[in-house]
C-alpha cells in the first residue's frame, strides 16, 4: 500500500532530521587574571586562553583562575563559573545545556531571550530554571545542590523524582537518596548576592551597589567569594520523595520515567515491578487475569514487559497470550506493553505498543486518542514518533498509526501532524513564538471491526440482538479522512502566566459537508492552574476531536450499521467550549471541561460537562491507609430534544428537557477510593452511579469496579 510506503518514509525521515548535528553559534568567553583551558571539540585539542575569547558547543572549559570566569550565553544571560570548576557546553536546536562535573556555577537570566531554554545537568539531576538567578555545585561523588535567588527551578532526578525550588530556598540530594529542599540561611543568602550581584527576590531594597541581570559592570572579580553549597543549605529540609506534579499518588503506577529532555540518563537504572489482578469480560466470558509488569529503563529506552495468567470462571488455565506454536506473533507481543525512546517532551521521542491519550494540535482533529480502551483483553501495537522543536525553524512532527497489525490488512488509523515557527530566529518580541502547524488523520478502513464480527452462517456466535453479516460488510473498505490547520503565538511569557493565542480548523476529506473552528482561543497557565477556552463553531456532520479516546469504539456502529462520520448528527452549532484543571499546592486536584453550544435557527442549546475533585498526596500522607480519593461527574446532551426530563418515579414528561443535574440516561457520577492493604499492595474501588431506560423507565444503573495493584 503506498499509504505505509509514505508514512514508513516519513518514520525514516523523521529520524533522520533527529540525529542531524545542529551547529551552533559561539559565545563570549572572559576569563580572569590568569590562563583557563579549553578543550575544542572541533579541533579535538586543548587551548590555553585568557582576557576575551570564544566558546562553542561541546567545547569543555577547565577554570583554574581563583577568579573564575563569565560566559555570555544571550544578551542578558551569563553563566558565573567558580575557579577549580569544569564544565562543558552542550545542546541543540536552540537550546543550551551546562553540564557541570565538578565546581559551582551561578546563572544568571534575564530578558530578552534568544534561547528556547538553558539548563544546568550536574551530579545526575537536571535543573531547569524559569527566568532565574540560581548557583549550582557538584563535586565528584558528592551531592549537587541548587540555591535560588530569584524565580523557580525545578531540580530532578534521573529517575524521575523532582522537586520545584523558588526563592531563598535550596535542593539537594539528602543522604538517603531522597531529594530534600530548605530556607537558605542569612549567611548563604549574603554571599550569593555578592558573588552574583543579584539581590534575593523580594527582599527590601538597600540602595546597595548590586546590578541588574546581564549588566556588563558586574566582573569576575566577585567570583572568589562564591558561597558553599553546604552553607547555602545549613536549615531544616523536607524530604520530597515524589514528583508534586504526579498523579493521584502511591497508588498510581507511572508507566514512563519523566526523565528530562537533555538528562544524563544512567545506561541501567533500577526496573520497577507491578502486580495486578483484575475480572475482565472477553467474547462474553467472564475472566480473571494476574499480572506481573516490569518496567525496565535502559538509558534513554523504556521497555515494559507484561507476563500474564488468565483463569476461566472454572479457574482453569488459559493458553491465551501463551500460544507459541499457533500464534507466535501474539505470545511474542503481548508481553510487551510499549518499548519508547525518550519522553513526549524530548527533541525526539518514539513509541512503540500502547499508546493513550494522543493530542495533535489543540485537539480539534485528534484529542486524547488511545488504542488502550480495551486493554489488556485486547492489545494493540501502534506507533508514535515525534519530533519536537529541532531545526532553526522549530520543526515539529508527530505520527501515529493505531494498531499495525491492522495496517497490514488494510486498515487502521494513521496521523500526522507537522508544525513549525518561521520567526524563531528573528528574535522579534512576541512574534518568534508565532507556529503554525497542520494536521492529517484518516482511518483506513472505518469498516474493520466487522472482520471481528460473527459471519452470515455463524448464528451461535451473534451477540444478543445482532443478526449475523454478510461478507459484503466484513469484507469492504471505507476510509474516512480529517485535515486541519492551527496558528497560535505566546503573548505572555512568564515565570508564574503563560499566555497563547490560537486558532483552529478542521474539515472533512470526503465530499459530505463537516467542519469545525475554534476562533478565537485561549491557552492560560497560571501559576499550578491551567485552562483554554474558545469560541467554537461546528457545521454538518463533523464533531471536533474526532479522533478520541473512544474512537476505535466508535469507528463503526453495529447499531446503525454507518460508521461514525455518517451516523453523527448533522448541525449548525456555535458557542464556547472550555476546560482548565490545577493543583492546589498537592493538596486538591480539579479538573472539569464545559460545552454551551447554540442551535442555528432555533431556541435549542445544547451542554455537557464533566469534572473530576481529588485529595492530593499532601493530604493523603495524613490519612492512615488511604491512597486515593476523588469524586467525578459526567453529564452530556442536555438540552437535546432525545434528552427528556424524568419524574421521581422514572416516568417520562416528554414536555420538558433534562437539565443539567437531572437524572438522566447520559448522566452519572461516582467516586474512587485506594485502600492500602500492606506495604505496596493498594485495593481500588470505585463506584459508578447511573441510569437507564428500561421498560419506558428510568431506573438505577450502579455498579462497582474493584481493581488491586502492587508495587515494590
Not at 67 to 92: C, H, M, P
Amino acid at each position: 500500500m503506498n499509504m505505509r510506503k509514505i508514512f514508513g518514509g516519513l518514520t525514516i525521515a523523521v529520524a533522520a532530521v533527529a540525529i542531524q548535528p545542529v551547529q551552533a553559534q559561539p559565545f563570549n568567553l572572559t576569563v580572569g587574571e590568569s590562563e583557563a583551558t579549553v578543550w575544542r571539540a572541533a579541533s579535538e585539542e586543548r587551548e590555553q586562553v585568557s582576557g576575551a575569547t570564544s566558546i562553542n558547543i561541546g567545547d569543555t572549559l577547565f577554570a583554574a583562575d581563583e577568579k573564575g570566569s563569565v560566559i555570555r550565553l544571550e544578551s542578558n544571560t551569563r553563566i558565573l563559573v567558580k575557579g577549580g570548576s569544569v564544565l562543558v557546553l552542550d545542546g541543540q536546536d536552540g537550546a543550551v545545556d551546562i553540564v557541570l562535573d565538578d565546581g559551582q556555577i551561578f546563572l544568571d537570566r534575564g530578558q530578552p531571550r534568544q534561547l528556547s531554554a538553558v539548563r544546568i545537568l550536574a551530579g545526575g539531576c537536571t535543573f531547569t530554571p524559569a527566568g532565574t538567578a540560581i548557583a549550582v555545585k557538584t563535586s565528584r561523588g558528592g551531592a549537587p545542590t541548587v540555591a535560588v535567588l530569584r524565580g523557580t527551578v525545578q531540580m530532578q532526578t534521573a529517575d524521575g523524582h523532582s522537586v520545584f525550588v523558588g526563592p531563598g530556598k535550596f535542593g539537594t540530594v539528602g543522604g538517603n537518596g531522597k531529594l530534600a529542599a530548605g530556607a537558605i540561611n542569612e549567611n548563604g543568602i549574603r554571599q550569593l548576592e555578592s558573588w552574583s550581584g543579584v539581590r534575593l527576590e523580594g527582599a527590601p531594597s538597600s540602595g546597595s551597589d548590586v546590578h541588574p541581570a546581564g549588566d556588563s559592570h558586574q566582573s569576575t572579580e566577585t567570583a572568589a567569594s562564591a558561597p558553599d553549597a553546604d552553607t547555602a543549605g545549613q536549615a531544616d529540609s523536607d524530604s520530597v520523595d515524589a514528583d508534586p506534579s504526579a498523579g493521584h499518588g502511591k497508588q498510581k503506577v507511572k508507566k514512563e520515567k519523566a526523565e528530562s529532555r537533555y538528562a544524563p540518563a544512567p545506561l541501567f537504572a533500577k526496573p520497577d515491578f507491578e502486580i495486578s489482578a483484575g475480572v475482565f469480560t472477553s467474547d462474553g466470558d467472564l475472566w480473571t487475569r494476574f499480572m506481573l509488569g516490569i518496567d525496565i529503563p535502559i538509558w534513554r529506552f523504556g521497555l515494559f514487559l507484561d507476563l500474564e495468567l488468565f483463569f476461566d470462571n472454572k479457574f482453569s488455565i488459559s493458553d491465551k497470550g501463551w500460544n507459541f506454536k499457533d500464534d507466535p506473533a501474539d505470545a511474542i507481543f503481548r508481553k510487551i506493553r510499549y518499548i519508547r525512546y525518550g519522553q513526549e517532551d524530548d527533541p525526539l521521542f518514539v513509541k512503540f505498543g500502547g499508546l493513550s491519550s494522543v493530542t495533535m494540535g489543540y485537539g480539534i482533529v485528534m484529542d486524547g486518542f488511545s488504542n488502550m480502551l480495551h486493554y489488556p483483553d485486547e492489545k494493540l501495537l501502534g506507533l508514535q514518533v515525534n519530533l519536537n522543536d529541532v531545526s532553526p525553524l522549530g520543526i515539529s512532527m508527530q505520527t501515529l498509526i493505531s494498531d499495525f497489525d491492522e495496517l497490514f490488512d488494510d486498515g487502521g488509523v494513521v496521523a500526522a501532524r507537522l508544525a513549525f515557527r518561521p520567526l524563531k530566529t528573528t528574535g522579534l518580541p512576541l512574534l518568534n513564538g508565532l507556529f503554525i502547524g497542520g494536521t492529517y488523520a484518516t482511518d483506513i478502513n472505518t469498516q474493520a471491526p466487522a472482520r471481528k464480527w460473527p459471519r452470515a452462517n455463524d448464528t451461535t456466535a451473534a451477540p444478543r440482538g445482532y443478526e449475523p453479516l454478510e461478507g459484503s460488510i466484513r469484507n469492504s473498505t471505507n476510509p474516512f479522512s480529517v485535515y486541519g490547520f492551527d496558528a497560535g503565538i505566546p503573548i505572555i511569557n512568564w515565570d508564574l502566566l503563560n499566555v497563547v493565542l490560537y486558532s483552529q480548523i478542521a474539515n472533512r476529506a470526503d465530499n459530505v459537508r463537516g467542519w469545525s473552528y475554534g476562533i478565537p482561543g485561549v491557552a492560560v497557565n497560571v501559576w499550578k492552574l491551567w485552562a483554554n477556552v474558545e469560541y467554537r463553531r461546528i457545521e454538518g456532520r463533523y464533531a471536533p476531536g474526532f479522533f478520541d479516546r473512544y474512537y476505535l469504539d466508535e469507528r463503526y456502529s453495529r447499531d446503525y450499521m454507518k460508521e461514525k462520520g455518517e451516523y453523527i448528527d448533522s448541525v449548525s452549532l456555535s458557542g464556547v467550549y472550555g476546560r482548565a484543571g490545577m493543583d492546589v499546592w498537592d493538596l486538591l486536584k480539579v479538573e472539569a471541561s464545559y460545552q454551551y453550544m447554540l442551535v442555528k435557527k432555533s431556541d435549542d442549546r445544547i451542554q455537557s460537562y464533566e469534572g473530576t475533585v481529588g485529595l492530593g498526596e499532601t493530604v493523603l500522607t495524613f490519612i492512615p491507609k488511604i491512597s486515593l480519593a476523588e469524586a467525578y461527574i459526567r453529564n452530556s446532551n442536555i438540552g437535546n430534544a432525545l434528552n427528556i426530563k424524568f419524574n421521581d418515579k422514572g416516568e417520562e414528561k416528554p414536555e420538558k428537557l433534562a437539565g443539567p443535574f437531572d437524572r438522566s440516561p447520559y448522566m452519572y457520577w461516582g467516586g474512587r477510593v485506594g485502600f492500602d492493604i500492606f506495604a505496596g499492595l493498594t485495593l481500588i474501588c470505585d463506584y459508578r452511579h447511573g441510569w437507564e431506560i428500561n421498560g419506558g423507565k428510568l431506573e438505577s444503573d450502579n455498579r462497582i469496579f474493584l481493581h488491586t495493584a502492587l508495587r515494590f
